[in-house]
């Protein structure tokens, strides 16, 4: 993760390529009391010097992707959603009349910045949801909030974590036994057969981690943290 390729040629990828954003997090959990203090001492000063290194550490660390300041933006966009989360007065504006109007010229600003695909998906989304949390009820609206408080799907949002971590490590492994059976198949059954196998044993397997590895791990870190 951290240490670059040209000093460790594919050691990103050794054991659990997936796993680089941990690295990227440690490097978070590191800095971020400094940065808390720098930002509760001098506010103003602080943040404006803090935005413009973040800013240049990324243009210039741009090609060194699992170093902190390359990515610091993300973590910068979920300290915000979570503020903006919090806010009763945010997610009453969002929801006023003129709210649902926001969303085009939203999607049609970060369109003209080039901004990443899944920044752009992740900023819509959170808007309609602070609609919703502010009491905006349309038809779409209501849709999203039915379909995201499902059960299947929080199933799946609690086991999340477990998924990204594991998925890869499943599909390694099941492609070479299912091999000399998808070579006798068309491309679409190929694919169906290959995404059903990976899919049930990816949900089984993180079902197992988050109940044996991930749950115990965080009640012990959350008594350590007491």
Request: charged share 10%.
């Given at each position: ?14 054991l ?34 803090l ?5 240049w ?68 989304l ?30 799946l ?70």
């Amino acid at each position: 993760g951290a240490i670059p390729s040209s000093l460790l040629p594919s050691s990103s990828y050794a054991l659990l390529g997936q796993a680089w954003s941990i690295s990227l997090e440690w490097q978070f959990y590191l800095v971020a009391p400094l940065l808390y203090w720098l930002l509760k001492r001098w506010r103003f000063w602080g943040t404006l010097w803090l935005t413009a290194t973040v800013l240049w550490l990324c243009w210039y660390w741009e090609s060194w992707p699992a170093l902190l300041p390359a990515k610091f933006h993300l973590f910068a966009l979920g300290i915000a959603s979570w503020f903006l989360w919090q806010s009763r007065w945010v997610c009453k504006v969002a929801a006023g009349p003129w709210g649902i109007a926001l969303v085009p010229l939203t999607a049609g600003l970060l369109y003209g910045l080039v901004v990443d695909m899944g920044i752009w998906l992740w900023v819509l989304l959170l808007f309609l949801l602070l609609r919703t949390r502010g009491g905006a009820r349309n038809t779409f609206e209501t849709f999203l909030t039915k379909a995201l408080s499902a059960g299947p799907v929080a199933f799946l949002g609690r086991i999340s974590y477990p998924i990204y971590l594991i998925h890869m490590n499943v599909l390694c492994l099941v492609l070479p036994l299912l091999g000399p059976a998808i070579s006798k198949l068309s491309a679409a059954q190929a694919f169906l057969l290959l995404a059903a196998v990976v899919f049930s044993l990816t949900i089984l397997s993180a079902y197992v981690l988050a109940r044996v590895v991930e749950r115990p791990m965080m009640r012990v870190g959350k008594a350590w943290a007491s």
